[in-house]
């Protein structure tokens, strides 16, 4: 059986918009789990394929991690310390509410 | 007739200045890349149209873009840089071991005759080579691996690879230098190298004259003269007559020997020029006074150039990568400071105006002599 697949709805730092060469939020294709969720892994890996400009500039290429200065926000909450594996809000997965990944406010 | 490109990197952004063989009157574009820092840009000695720019960021890493255009169009290529094998680790500022992390790449350094090879030196130190216009980048790990690695330490500025040297006469020779380690030699393409620092004293090392350690910070060749080296050091002025096998003072007269660039005269090997800094701590001219040395000697006696320079209330300073000579009669010699100044001289450091003032903190300067 195919698996069903949603439409997640990122909104990216201005930054890595202008490398990507989108403008707004983007629309990223999600296999979704058996179980009908979705995970940071699953939304980064989806960007990562759909815009190879930005592998490397959200995560580290090898370990796999968040960039320092960067979080991970959906449905007014802070996800950038869940495990990355971790379901996120049902309202991500259905497209209702964008997965925002934002640049932290640090000097520069 | 022939003009010149200056590739000027920045604190956020790089821009780009073109003038004809005159060298009077500019036009810049940029900001490339508004936003990031551009630690360096340069252009491919074989093929000038093909540039390639370190961009980085402490949000988003490293990206390094490369352009077939002369800079009216980029692409971004590849962005892994992964060391070779198990990292292992280097001395910390405190002595203790510790890992071996990527943090940005600092030079990059086309081959003279393959617009698709460059290497590129990053922190923390290592040197990486691309054969395939930089879409992917393979570690030459037999420098950080040799027998002196464990030993190296940062400097002030981090544990970078900053200056890659490539001998126009010898094929396999080059030539890397590190903050704070030192400089090192390979003559079999990057296989093995020597610590080449018999010389160097630098009073603030437990032993002054330590194989490594000392913080080198930038040195110049000309390729008519591969086997002479100059160097500025992070105090003294330094020359070398073998290829780095030994190295000789040659401060001379200059008013602080402290200092960050070092450059040679396109046509006279033996002219080279440097900045003088304060101090260490004191990262400005001396009395506020904006003044390129040049030396016709090959050291030792020097002149001020300050004609066209400010000579009042100037505290700037002038970065490690951001002097340049191009290769017109005469030579032109171009320099940015942290003001965001980027100065020009069309008559070898004779007098000197301002291509921009009002840049962000310049990182890079370099030059392209067009047909």
Redesign the interface.
Known sequence: MPAIKSIIRVEL?A??RT?AGVSGEVAVNVPLSLEGTVTQRMILDAIEHAYP?L????R???TQQR?P??RFYACSQDWSHELPDAPLPGAVASGAEPFLII??I?G? | MSGVRVLVGTHKGAFIMTSDGKREKWDVSGPHFGGWEIYHVKGSPADPNRLYASQSSGWFGQVIQRSSDGGKTWEAVGNKFVYDGVPGTHQWYDGTPHPWEFKRVWHLEPSLTDPDTVYSGIEDAALFKTTDGGQNWQELSGLRSSETGPRWSPGAGGMCLHTILLDPSHAGRMFVAISAAGTFRTDDGGKTWKTITKGLHSKYLPDPTAEVGHCVHRIAMHKSRPDVLFMQKHWDVMRSDNAGDSWQKISGNLPTDFGFVIDVHAHEPETIYVVPIKTDSEHYPPDGKLRVYRSRTGGNEWEALSKGLPQSNCYVNVLRDAMAIDSLDKCGVYFGTTGGQVYASADAGDTWNAIARDLPAVYSVEVQTLP
């Not at chain 1, 592998?55 to 959200?58: D, L, N």
């Open positions: 730092p930054h890595l490398l400009v592998r490397g500039t959200i580290d290429h090898v960039r200065f960067l640049g932290a640090a520069g």
